[in-house]
């Protein structure tokens, strides 16, 4: 499932669903979006979104980024970082902006 809003740079085409518990890396050339739970790192050079219902313990390195969730991890970002009221996140954070 995929979503397209105007942007080269925001599209994410990868989704993992509320409920969804993946174990293990992900690595990817395309955006994601996470609503359920991660554990491991996430390596892309699209956008990451991490919803409300969305955890990630591990490390996250990507383009950009928009966290409602959760996130426990290093967190690397090569552009944007933009945190919600309802993101809480435990771990070192790198950005450009």
């Given at each position: 499932?995929?979503?397209?809003?105007?942007?080269e740079?925001?599209?994410?085409?990868?989704?993992?669903?509320a409920?969804?518990?993946?174990?293990?890396?992900?690595?990817?050339?395309?955006?994601?979006?996470?609503?359920?739970?991660?554990t491991?790192?996430?390596?892309?050079?699209?956008?990451?979104v991490?919803?409300?219902?969305?955890?990630?313990k591990?490390?996250?390195?990507?383009?950009?980024?928009?966290?409602?969730g959760?996130?426990?991890?290093?967190?690397?970002?090569?552009?944007?970082?933009?945190?919600?009221?309802?993101?809480?996140?435990?771990g070192?954070?790198?950005?450009?902006?």
């Amino acid at each position: 499932m995929g979503k397209y809003n105007g942007n080269e740079n925001n599209v994410v085409v990868n989704f993992i669903t509320a409920g969804t518990e993946i174990t293990g890396d992900i690595i990817s050339n395309e955006g994601i979006r996470i609503e359920g739970t991660l554990t491991g790192n996430l390596v892309t050079k699209g956008k990451v979104v991490i919803g409300e219902s969305g955890k990630v313990k591990g490390e996250i390195n990507c383009k950009n980024s928009e966290v409602f969730g959760t996130i426990e991890g290093k967190i690397v970002f090569a552009e944007l970082l933009s945190l919600r009221k309802t993101a809480r996140i435990n771990g070192d954070i790198s950005t450009n902006k």
